[in-house]
């Protein structure tokens, strides 16, 4: 079965400390992964993909196929940084079908 | 306006209506979808269209029609839809590249209730 799960769905960090939205994901093939933020009155909107393994916004995540997981980490969180933060698997080709976890709501009080 | 537009931006309809919702991109993009965003519940895929055919159909109600008459507009037309059908409906579209990992750009999607 194809999923995406995020076991969280509140994480609340003071500013300045390390971060770590979980997720982990289940597909027989080979996954292409990506984490999408929503900011409040703001669009879904792409915020990183594993293959570019780049840091975005001082974020980073790594591909662990070993534990099929993809976890996104922040060493400082930043008061900009609270968003809900969406885990997703894409499927298939072209184009392709992204399967979305639940989201985790950051929250990062000053 | 760039980007993808979503249009209206809220919508509340009865049982019996029939409405359509719009969507329209400016980027130049092959493949449009349709996504449902339920409280507590994960972002669901609803309709996949590449290249103006549709190439995906998650199981969804056929009370929701969608339409693709070109690659930069996207419809989804209702009609008798149920109070549990109230959901903020987002539309997706992004570029073809095979084998790439395609960004999708999202619109601002449409707040629909049901009454």
């Known amino acids: 079965a194809q999923r995406v799960t995020q076991p969280e769905k509140l994480l609340s960090v003071f500013k300045g400390a390390p971060v770590e939205l979980k997720c982990n994901y289940s597909?027989?093939?080979?996954?292409?992964l990506f984490w999408y933020v929503q900011y409040s009155r703001q669009r879904l909107q792409l915020l990183l993909r594993h293959i570019s393994r780049e840091s975005i916004k001082g974020f980073t995540a790594d591909l662990n196929k070993g534990e099929t997981s993809f976890h996104l980490k922040k060493p400082f969180a930043q008061e900009e940084d609270s968003a809900m933060y969406y885990c997703a698997l894409r499927v298939g080709n072209q184009g392709g079908k992204l399967i979305f976890g639940q989201g985790t709501e950051l929250s990062v009080k000053p | 306006e760039t980007g993808v537009t979503q249009t209206p931006r809220h919508l509340v309809m009865g049982m019996t209506n029939k409405k359509s919702l719009k969507c329209e991109q400016h980027l130049g993009h092959n493949a449009m979808y349709w996504y449902k965003q339920s409280a507590k519940k994960p972002l669901e895929l609803m309709f996949v269209?590449?290249?103006?055919?549709?190439?995906e159909n998650n199981s969804v109600p056929s009370r929701f029609s969608p339409e693709c008459p070109n690659s930069s507009h996207l419809f989804l037309h209702l009609h008798t839809l149920q109070p549990e059908d109230s959901a903020l409906y987002l539309c997706?579209?992004?570029?073809?590249?095979?084998?790439?990992?395609?960004?999708?750009?999202f619109g601002p999607g449409t707040r629909l209730t049901v009454l």
């Open positions: 269209y590449s290249l103006e055919e549709r190439v």
């Open positions: 997706a579209s992004s570029p073809l590249i095979a084998g790439g990992a395609n960004e999708q750009f």
């Open positions: 597909y027989s093939g080979s996954p292409e």
